[in-house]
């Protein structure tokens, strides 16, 4: 068992809270059961070390059992120790370092669709800056049944720990490119048949672009900043500006949950339409 937090193999995986760090090694920090689970599951060779303490592995005996069966070894370690890796508070007890593992935008836009073709649905995140928003639209773009989730190079970084965790294991799920211009995005999005819908308050309401049936066309959602949106610039390469309207009284809407009804709206209609 490892029982000291300060030995160089614990100090270097505290430093994947930072994005240097990651940057350096191309590593990654995931935290919790059930990322873990997923990554075990769905990409068993992204992970490079896995440690729990010895009480999270009697609590999450199905962890200690999928390690087993994906080939990966699991390092005992003490309180103490899973605090200093962790980046939560009061973290779960088991903690993995992982490969980052982002694909091109190329083969993004080339990979299959829900329907065996191209891509259907996908979300672009442009300058998304707040990490539980990204993670949250990634995790609701997974539920969705969407293709792929895009972050510009001016978005936070993918592999930052809450973002991971906001994924809640979606990560492991569905391609994800990083790191681009959107300018060429949008671009490419476009000369593979993608319509192009814009989420900003200067919009037409959200039902009206149902009622004109363009919601069941293959589509690219892009999202913008939380207090600035969308660039003029960038509305007006959008084959459409779309807002989700807002009944009561709020005063606004968290882009993660306005970017959800976005993408399930879409997800409704491609499959209502036999997508």
Known sequence: MIDNPRSPRIR????????????????????????????LTYR????????????????YTDIGQTAVDAGVDVEFVTEQVLDTMADTVTPQGIVAVCHQFPISIRDL????G??????????????????????????AADAAGADGVILSGRSV?????KVVRATTGSLFHLPI????????????????????LAADIKGDDLLQVRRDGMLARPTAWLFGNEAR????????????VVTVPIYGQAESM???????????ESAFAQRADGG
């Open 12 to 39: 270097a995986v505290a430093k994947l809270h930072k994005r240097g760090a990651r940057s350096e090694t191309g590593l990654f920090l995931l935290e919790g059961p059930q990322a873990v689970a997923e990554a």
């Open 177 to 196: 490119a990083v790191g681009v211009e959107l300018d060429a995005v949008l671009e490419r999005a476009k000369a593979i048949g993608l319509q192009v």
């Open 114 to 139: 829900q329907d065996g073709g191209g891509p259907r649905l996908v979300a672009i995140l442009e300058e998304v800056r707040d990490p539980g928003n990204a993670g949250t639209i990634i995790r």
């Open 254 to 264: 968290n882009l993660a949950t306005a970017a959800s009804v976005c993408l399930y």
């Open 157 to 161: 970084d993918l592999y930052n720990p």
């Open 109 to 112: 836009l080339r990979a299959s």
């Open 229 to 240: 949106g969308l660039s003029d610039e960038h509305l007006a390469v959008a084959d459409r």
């Open 44 to 59: 068993p060779e992204l992970v490079v070390e896995l440690y729990a303490t010895p009480t999270a592995l009697e609590r």
